[in-house]
């Protein structure tokens, strides 16, 4: 099994971090549990000011985990 699959609150993190930086709402958080939600909207926050900082695009390249 990939490490990518076991850990959740990293990939609900990243997720987050997609939907922040894509401008999609908080209210969009598909996670019930209180520790995945909460991964998830950390992400989403990072991701909102990253995108309010410019850090959109090529710019924000250095910030993706996947590369």
Known sequence: MKR???DMYT???DRGYK???SGRSS???PHVSD???QAWLS???EGRSD???GLTGISGVHK???F
Do not use: I, N
Request: proline share 0%.
């Open 43 to 45: 992400g989403w926050r």
């Open 64 to 66: 993706m985990r996947t």
């Open 35 to 37: 520790q995945s939600r």
């Open 4 to 6: 990518q699959k076991r």
């Open 11 to 13: 990939r609900a993190f």
């Open 19 to 21: 939907a922040g930086v």
């Open 51 to 53: 995108q309010w900082d």
């Open 27 to 29: 209210e969009f958080c």
